[in-house]
Protein backbone atom coordinates (compact mmCIF):
# COMPACT_ATOMS: atom_id res chain seq x y z
CA UNK A 1 0.00 0.00 0.00
CA UNK A 2 2.87 2.14 1.03
CA UNK A 3 5.75 2.51 -1.45
CA UNK A 4 8.73 4.14 -2.26
CA UNK A 5 10.16 7.53 -0.43
CA UNK A 6 7.95 8.85 2.87
CA UNK A 7 10.02 12.07 4.78
CA UNK A 8 9.72 11.19 8.70
CA UNK A 9 8.98 15.18 8.56
CA UNK A 10 10.65 17.39 11.09
CA UNK A 11 8.58 19.84 13.33
CA UNK A 12 9.90 23.57 12.74
CA UNK A 13 9.91 25.68 16.13
CA UNK A 14 9.93 29.33 16.27
CA UNK A 15 9.59 30.84 20.01
CA UNK A 16 8.84 27.96 21.24
CA UNK A 17 5.68 27.66 18.72
CA UNK A 18 5.32 25.41 16.13
CA UNK A 19 6.39 27.37 12.96
CA UNK A 20 3.14 26.66 10.63
CA UNK A 21 4.83 28.79 7.95
CA UNK A 22 8.20 27.05 7.66
CA UNK A 23 6.38 23.18 7.68
CA UNK A 24 4.18 24.42 4.51
CA UNK A 25 7.43 25.61 2.86
CA UNK A 26 8.82 21.84 3.88
CA UNK A 27 5.62 20.14 2.87
CA UNK A 28 6.18 21.55 -0.64
CA UNK A 29 9.87 21.42 -0.78
CA UNK A 30 9.04 17.38 0.00
CA UNK A 31 6.56 17.44 -2.78
CA UNK A 32 8.81 19.48 -5.53
CA UNK A 33 11.53 16.75 -4.63
CA UNK A 34 9.43 14.11 -5.56
CA UNK A 35 8.87 12.26 -2.81
CA UNK A 36 5.86 9.78 -2.19
CA UNK A 37 4.53 10.34 1.00
CA UNK A 38 4.79 12.24 4.38
CA UNK A 39 4.98 11.20 8.11
CA UNK A 40 4.99 13.56 10.17
CA UNK A 41 4.78 13.43 14.32
CA UNK A 42 7.11 10.60 14.47
CA UNK A 43 10.33 10.77 16.27
CA UNK A 44 12.21 13.06 13.88
CA UNK A 45 9.62 15.48 14.33
CA UNK A 46 10.03 15.37 17.60
CA UNK A 47 5.95 13.93 19.09
CA UNK A 48 7.50 12.93 22.74
CA UNK A 49 8.06 16.76 23.10
CA UNK A 50 4.24 18.32 21.42
CA UNK A 51 1.04 18.04 23.16
CA UNK A 52 -2.35 16.70 21.10
CA UNK A 53 -2.96 20.63 20.18
CA UNK A 54 0.33 20.41 18.20
CA UNK A 55 -0.02 17.10 17.09
CA UNK A 56 -3.47 18.06 15.05
CA UNK A 57 -1.55 21.37 14.01
CA UNK A 58 0.84 19.59 12.45
CA UNK A 59 -0.81 16.75 10.88
CA UNK A 60 -3.58 18.79 9.79
CA UNK A 61 -1.58 21.29 8.08
CA UNK A 62 0.90 18.93 6.39
CA UNK A 63 -2.73 17.37 4.88
CA UNK A 64 -3.81 20.63 4.06
CA UNK A 65 -0.88 21.76 2.23
CA UNK A 66 -0.14 18.07 0.44
CA UNK A 67 -3.81 18.79 -0.76
CA UNK A 68 -3.73 14.96 -1.68
CA UNK A 69 -0.76 15.08 -3.59
CA UNK A 70 0.99 12.16 -1.56
CA UNK A 71 -0.44 10.39 1.14
CA UNK A 72 0.07 11.39 4.70
CA UNK A 73 1.07 8.55 7.41
CA UNK A 74 0.99 10.20 11.01
CA UNK A 75 2.86 9.28 14.01
CA UNK A 76 -0.20 8.43 16.44
CA UNK A 77 1.55 5.70 18.33
CA UNK A 78 1.90 5.84 22.22
CA UNK A 79 2.79 3.31 25.18
CA UNK A 80 -0.99 3.85 25.89
CA UNK A 81 -3.42 2.14 23.97
CA UNK A 82 -6.12 4.48 25.14
CA UNK A 83 -3.78 7.51 23.76
CA UNK A 84 -2.50 5.85 20.51
CA UNK A 85 -6.51 5.15 19.99
CA UNK A 86 -7.55 8.88 20.49
CA UNK A 87 -4.63 10.63 18.49
CA UNK A 88 -5.36 8.02 15.40
CA UNK A 89 -8.91 9.04 15.78
CA UNK A 90 -7.78 12.15 15.72
CA UNK A 91 -5.52 12.06 12.52
CA UNK A 92 -8.72 10.37 11.08
CA UNK A 93 -10.51 13.60 11.08
CA UNK A 94 -7.85 15.74 10.15
CA UNK A 95 -7.98 13.67 6.70
CA UNK A 96 -4.06 11.34 7.41
CA UNK A 97 -4.22 8.91 4.86
CA UNK A 98 -2.47 6.13 7.19
CA UNK A 99 -1.18 5.93 11.13
CA UNK A 100 2.59 4.90 12.24
CA UNK A 101 2.44 2.89 15.37
CA UNK A 102 5.39 2.86 17.17
CA UNK A 103 5.90 -0.11 19.42
CA UNK A 104 5.02 0.52 23.24
CA UNK A 105 8.56 2.16 25.19
CA UNK A 106 9.23 1.60 28.29
CA UNK A 107 6.61 -0.44 29.72
CA UNK A 108 8.19 -3.45 27.22
CA UNK A 109 4.47 -5.90 27.20
CA UNK A 110 4.89 -9.26 26.06
CA UNK A 111 4.23 -10.38 22.46
CA UNK A 112 0.64 -11.25 23.54
CA UNK A 113 0.72 -7.76 24.72
CA UNK A 114 2.24 -6.14 21.61
CA UNK A 115 -0.52 -8.35 19.80
CA UNK A 116 -3.45 -7.05 21.70
CA UNK A 117 -2.54 -3.50 21.66
CA UNK A 118 -2.23 -3.19 17.82
CA UNK A 119 -5.09 -5.18 17.61
CA UNK A 120 -6.89 -3.00 19.64
CA UNK A 121 -6.37 0.20 17.72
CA UNK A 122 -6.86 -1.63 14.24
CA UNK A 123 -10.47 -2.36 15.41
CA UNK A 124 -11.09 1.28 16.42
CA UNK A 125 -10.10 3.11 13.27
CA UNK A 126 -10.64 2.37 9.40
CA UNK A 127 -6.84 3.77 8.80
CA UNK A 128 -4.44 1.67 7.61
CA UNK A 129 -1.81 1.08 10.25
CA UNK A 130 2.42 0.75 10.40
CA UNK A 131 3.75 -1.25 12.90
CA UNK A 132 6.83 1.00 13.70
CA UNK A 133 9.23 -1.78 15.49
CA UNK A 134 12.63 0.27 17.30
CA UNK A 135 13.74 -1.97 19.86
CA UNK A 136 16.57 0.54 20.06
CA UNK A 137 13.92 2.77 21.43
CA UNK A 138 11.22 0.92 22.31
CA UNK A 139 13.27 -1.73 24.65
CA UNK A 140 10.97 -4.67 23.02
CA UNK A 141 11.15 -5.86 19.43
CA UNK A 142 7.91 -7.19 17.61
CA UNK A 143 8.84 -10.93 16.71
CA UNK A 144 8.54 -12.07 13.01
CA UNK A 145 5.75 -14.80 14.34
CA UNK A 146 4.32 -12.05 16.36
CA UNK A 147 4.20 -9.62 13.04
CA UNK A 148 2.62 -12.51 11.45
CA UNK A 149 -0.42 -12.51 13.55
CA UNK A 150 -1.20 -8.66 12.95
CA UNK A 151 -0.64 -9.33 9.03
CA UNK A 152 -3.75 -10.81 9.03
CA UNK A 153 -5.55 -7.77 10.44
CA UNK A 154 -6.69 -5.95 7.25
CA UNK A 155 -5.84 -2.47 8.04
CA UNK A 156 -2.30 -3.72 9.66
CA UNK A 157 -0.71 -3.25 6.26
CA UNK A 158 3.15 -3.08 6.99
CA UNK A 159 5.84 -2.61 9.31
CA UNK A 160 8.54 0.01 9.74
CA UNK A 161 11.52 -2.17 10.71
CA UNK A 162 13.90 -0.24 12.31
CA UNK A 163 15.35 -3.27 14.08
CA UNK A 164 19.30 -3.08 12.89
CA UNK A 165 18.49 -6.75 11.84
CA UNK A 166 18.52 -7.94 8.25
CA UNK A 167 17.63 -11.24 9.12
CA UNK A 168 14.45 -10.33 11.18
CA UNK A 169 13.49 -7.77 8.09
CA UNK A 170 13.87 -11.05 6.11
CA UNK A 171 11.85 -13.58 8.63
CA UNK A 172 9.19 -10.75 8.32
CA UNK A 173 8.69 -10.92 4.84
CA UNK A 174 8.84 -14.31 4.48
CA UNK A 175 5.76 -15.16 7.29
CA UNK A 176 4.28 -11.56 6.21
CA UNK A 177 3.97 -12.05 2.33
CA UNK A 178 3.59 -9.69 -0.52
CA UNK A 179 1.23 -7.96 0.16
CA UNK A 180 2.70 -6.71 3.57
CA UNK A 181 4.44 -3.87 3.71
CA UNK A 182 8.32 -3.99 4.33
CA UNK A 183 9.57 -0.36 4.73
CA UNK A 184 13.00 0.53 6.01
CA UNK A 185 13.66 2.44 9.03
CA UNK A 186 17.31 3.44 8.84
CA UNK A 187 18.52 5.16 5.91
CA UNK A 188 21.24 3.29 6.10
CA UNK A 189 19.51 -0.06 5.22
CA UNK A 190 17.08 1.65 2.72
CA UNK A 191 18.89 -0.83 -0.18
CA UNK A 192 19.83 -3.88 1.79
CA UNK A 193 15.87 -4.03 2.95
CA UNK A 194 14.67 -3.00 -0.71
CA UNK A 195 16.69 -5.95 -2.35
CA UNK A 196 14.58 -8.26 -0.02
CA UNK A 197 11.24 -7.19 -1.17
CA UNK A 198 10.96 -3.75 0.96
CA UNK A 199 8.62 -1.68 -0.52
CA UNK A 200 10.16 1.82 0.60
CA UNK A 201 11.35 3.55 3.54
CA UNK A 202 10.09 6.08 5.83
CA UNK A 203 13.43 8.18 6.17
CA UNK A 204 15.49 10.73 7.74
CA UNK A 205 18.00 12.02 5.06
CA UNK A 206 15.55 12.86 2.52
CA UNK A 207 14.85 16.36 5.01
CA UNK A 208 17.63 17.79 3.00
CA UNK A 209 17.76 15.36 -0.07
CA UNK A 210 14.73 14.47 -1.29
CA UNK A 211 15.45 14.07 -5.00
CA UNK A 212 18.28 12.11 -4.95
CA UNK A 213 16.84 9.74 -2.08
CA UNK A 214 13.54 9.65 -4.23
CA UNK A 215 15.93 8.62 -7.11
CA UNK A 216 17.29 6.22 -5.08
CA UNK A 217 14.60 4.12 -4.44
CA UNK A 218 12.92 4.65 -7.23
CA UNK A 219 15.79 2.99 -9.08
CA UNK A 220 15.54 -0.28 -6.96
CA UNK A 221 12.03 -0.55 -7.39
CA UNK A 222 12.47 -0.48 -11.01
CA UNK A 223 15.21 -3.24 -10.07
CA UNK A 224 17.60 -0.68 -11.45
CA UNK A 225 20.24 -1.86 -8.62
CA UNK A 226 23.32 -1.09 -10.06
CA UNK A 227 21.89 2.66 -10.30
CA UNK A 228 20.18 2.59 -6.98
CA UNK A 229 23.94 1.50 -5.66
CA UNK A 230 25.52 3.98 -6.74
CA UNK A 231 23.17 6.71 -5.59
CA UNK A 232 23.33 4.46 -2.24
CA UNK A 233 26.96 4.89 -1.99
CA UNK A 234 26.66 8.72 -2.88
CA UNK A 235 24.54 9.40 0.01
CA UNK A 236 26.03 7.14 2.92
CA UNK A 237 28.43 10.34 4.17
CA UNK A 238 25.18 11.93 4.31
CA UNK A 239 23.60 9.08 5.81
CA UNK A 240 26.43 8.48 8.46
CA UNK A 241 26.59 12.26 9.20
CA UNK A 242 23.10 12.42 10.50
CA UNK A 243 24.20 9.85 12.69
CA UNK A 244 26.57 11.47 14.66
CA UNK A 245 24.23 12.49 17.41
CA UNK A 246 20.59 11.47 18.24
CA UNK A 247 18.05 11.68 15.43
CA UNK A 248 16.87 14.65 14.97
CA UNK A 249 19.48 16.84 16.46
CA UNK A 250 21.95 16.57 13.04
CA UNK A 251 19.40 16.75 10.68
CA UNK A 252 17.42 19.70 12.25
CA UNK A 253 21.01 21.50 12.47
CA UNK A 254 21.47 20.72 8.40
CA UNK A 255 18.48 21.84 7.54
CA UNK A 256 18.95 24.99 9.15
CA UNK A 257 22.41 25.23 7.51
CA UNK A 258 20.29 24.74 4.39
CA UNK A 259 17.76 27.83 5.35
CA UNK A 260 14.69 25.07 5.52
CA UNK A 261 13.69 26.09 8.94
CA UNK A 262 15.38 27.25 12.15
CA UNK A 263 17.15 24.84 14.72
CA UNK A 264 15.15 25.28 17.36
CA UNK A 265 14.67 21.95 19.71
CA UNK A 266 12.51 20.84 22.27
CA UNK A 267 14.71 20.07 25.21
CA UNK A 268 15.83 17.48 25.80
CA UNK A 269 17.14 17.93 22.43
CA UNK A 270 20.14 20.23 21.71
CA UNK A 271 21.05 21.82 18.16
CA UNK A 272 24.31 20.55 17.18
CA UNK A 273 27.89 22.60 18.68
CA UNK A 274 31.40 21.80 18.72
CA UNK A 275 32.98 19.55 16.18
CA UNK A 276 29.71 17.58 15.50
CA UNK A 277 28.68 20.86 14.27
CA UNK A 278 31.86 21.26 12.26
CA UNK A 279 32.26 17.87 11.02
CA UNK A 280 28.47 18.26 10.02
CA UNK A 281 28.95 21.29 7.71
CA UNK A 282 31.71 19.60 6.64
CA UNK A 283 29.85 16.78 5.12
CA UNK A 284 27.00 19.29 3.73
CA UNK A 285 30.03 21.30 1.60
CA UNK A 286 31.29 18.15 0.54
CA UNK A 287 27.87 16.85 -0.72
CA UNK A 288 26.57 20.24 -2.01
CA UNK A 289 25.82 18.54 -5.33
CA UNK A 290 23.33 16.20 -3.84
CA UNK A 291 21.55 19.15 -1.84
CA UNK A 292 19.58 21.82 -2.44
CA UNK A 293 21.16 25.56 -3.45
CA UNK A 294 19.38 28.76 -1.20
CA UNK A 295 17.36 29.68 -4.44
CA UNK A 296 16.04 26.32 -4.35
CA UNK A 297 15.07 26.18 -0.88
Known amino acids: MFSGTFTALITPFRNGEVDVDALENLVEFQIEGGVSGLVPCGTTGESPTMSEDEDRTVISTVVRVSNGRVPVVAGTGSNSTDMAIKYTKMAEEVGADGSLQVVPYYNKPTQDGLFAHFATIAENT ?31 VGVKDATLSMSNAAEVKRLCGEDFDLISGNDFETLPILSLGGSGVIAVASNIAPSVYSEMVSAALNGDFIRARELHYELLPLFNALSAETNPIPVKTAASLLGLCSDEMRLPMQPMSGDNLRKLEDSLERLGHLLPTPEEV
Open 126 to 156: NLPLVIYDIPGRSGVAVSPATMARLAEIPNV
